[in-house]
């Protein structure tokens, strides 16, 4: 079992998470804990920053997460918190609205598994204030960047 109280998140390995125009995304970082070629399954944990909004986006495929530390809220598009999941909370997702997420009062560290069963079918899009895509991430996006930051 996890012990939640004692999660030592500066023990990860943080790398950027590249936005649309190829820079690093504010107010996100990514750790990749898997990348599972056969089942098409990315393991990985998020940290969001605290009393800060992520770019909004939608779920395009199957996913999970677990709040390992902080509390991971969800937002609609025009701003009304949704949800919000304290550490310890797991919860089964599929695709859906459009929204975004962020961290509590502290960043929130949160463990996502996402699956899309496919190396080329979007799982998630990122999208401008219109709700229009600008651009999609497909598990071989994410074999890619994680390739990358093995080196």
């Known amino acids: 079992m996890i012990d939640i109280n004692t999660f030592d998140e500066s023990t990860i390995d943080w790398k950027p998470l590249p936005g649309p125009d190829g820079e690093p995304t504010e107010h996100i970082s990514l750790s990749f804990l898997n990348v599972d070629e056969e089942a098409k399954i990315v393991d990985i944990l998020f940290k969001f920053s605290a009393n800060e909004k992520i770019l909004m986006h939608r779920h395009c495929s199957n996913y999970s997460t677990f709040t390992l530390s902080g509390e991971l809220r969800t937002y609609l598009p025009d701003g009304t918190l949704k949800d919000i999941r304290p550490a310890g909370v797991f919860k089964v997702g599929e695709p859906g609205e459009a929204h975004t997420e962020g961290g509590g009062d502290q960043d929130v560290v949160c463990y996502f598994s996402l699956r899309p069963y496919s190396a080329t079918d979007p799982i998630y899009e990122i ?3 219109n709700l229009d895509v600008l651009q999609a991430m497909t598990f071989d996006d ?10």
Not at 142 to 151: D, H, I, P, R, V
């Open 142 to 151: 994410l074999k890619g960047l994680n390739a990358e930051y093995s080196q």
């Open 127 to 129: 999208l401008d204030d």
